[in-house]
């Protein structure tokens, strides 16, 4: 009998810790939606990793959430011709879905035109998920582009000890809009670094842990008074540390880093989950802040489209290291004088939406 009972703790011991392996059924398809919950928990354990690992994140708080659609194909406009079914078998896609892997502020500022969004499009296959071209929306049209060298983001199937790397190539002509282009350049390396038993507000789950540093080079063709010039866009380098279990479509949690001169700084917390009311509104108009300089030495000035109802400094460790109450500007300056070297957040709050951003005191 004791033999059975120590035959059996060896069996559970097992199943507790087993290692799980992602397949292309673990990812989201076609017609698919998934809810995303954000939280500005920026202070998170990102970097604890490893074999067997407990990893408990239940005390993350959500502060937004929105919906990921996974849209067909059918309803890319010209896109279907280029992804649908009468393309190549490497650029048949799966779905477009929107992306934040175009820096779209940076453009906005640049182009004599309005961009209206960006969507990534992507292929699930059995060896590989993909990214196997781009749709911009350009004054309400959809213009695609086909990746000239096609990025894999997961080479399948995906296990513990795992590593791949990857190229990403787009060029894109924005005629007939206007004479100028922009060139898209990213150098992925992956690394599964962990598996073990995960816990979020959504739930506990097996899980295996996926980091991705992505290597980004922008450029922008535009016209200055006749004369076309490249203009590089500064891109800080990128890590995503994704925590990934069977049948939910999307990572059960992902961390996004910057590196803002040497420092390792979280830019975004997502996690699967249920819905909690914390939708943005699809009508708010979005929070456009401008901040600089950056690095800074004792006056920083900040603008923003809305009024500003408080600016919050605070210091790489998660203090707050001062707090200023603004009545409706939309301009203001920041005395630093009295701040001490180093890296900061600073928090733009415009009614109930908060803007953050890291800054530099020399």
């Known amino acids: 009998m004791r033999i059975i009972t120590t035959a059996s703790l060896l069996i559970l011991s097992t199943i507790a810790t087993a290692q799980i392996t992602l397949t292309e059924t673990d990812f989201g398809n076609s017609n698919d939606t998934v809810r995303i919950s954000v939280s500005n928990d920026f202070m998170i354990d990102y970097v604890s990793t490893g074999a067997g690992y407990n990893w408990d994140f239940s005390q993350l708080t959500p502060n937004s959430q929105f919906l990921k659609d996974y849209r067909p194909i059918i309803e890319a406009g010209f896109g279907y011709f280029l992804f649908g079914p009468a393309a190549s078998q490497a650029y048949e896609a799966s779905y477009f879905s929107e992306s934040t892997a175009l820096p779209l502020d940076q453009l906005g500022q640049l182009l004599p035109i309005n961009i209206t969004g960006f969507f990534s499009v992507t292929k699930v296959a059995a060896d590989a998920v993909t990214t196997v071209g781009s749709i911009i929306g350009i004054e309400d049209n959809l213009i695609s582009v ?27 002509n924005f005629d007939p809009f206007f004479a100028g282009a922009w060139i898209q350049h990213r150098e992925r390396s992956s690394e599964v670094d962990g598996y073990g038993q995960i816990t979020t507000p959504y739930g506990t789950f097996e899980a295996i842990r996926v980091k991705h540093e992505i290597d980004e080079y922008d450029s922008l063709l535009v016209d200055f008074n006749g004369n076309s010039v490249w203009l590089p866009l500064p891109v800080p380098l990128t890590r995503e540390y994704e925590w990934w279990t069977n049948g939910e479509k999307e990572p059960v949690l992902k961390v996004v880093t910057n590196d803002f001169f040497g420092n390792e700084v979280v830019t975004a917390v997502e996690y699967r989950d249920i819905y909690r009311g914390l939708d943005a509104s699809l009508d708010e108009i979005p929070l456009n802040i401008v901040m600089g300089p950056n690095p800074v030495e004792d006056k920083l000035t900040i603008s923003s489209d809305q009024p500003i109802k408080k600016i919050v400094l605070i210091q790489s460790d998660g203090k707050m290291a001062m707090q200023m109450n603004v009545l409706g500007s939309f301009q203001q300056e920041l005395e630093l004088d009295g701040a001490m ?22």
């Open 146 to 172: 086909k990746a000239d060298t096609i990025e894999t983001r997961y080479q399948l199937p995906l296990n513990f000890g795992d590593t791949y790397s990857s190229v990403g190539h787009t060029n894109l």
């Open 341 to 362: 070297s180093g890296l900061y957040f600073v928090e733009v709050h415009c009614g109930e939406r908060v803007s953050r951003q890291p800054l530099v005191v020399r």
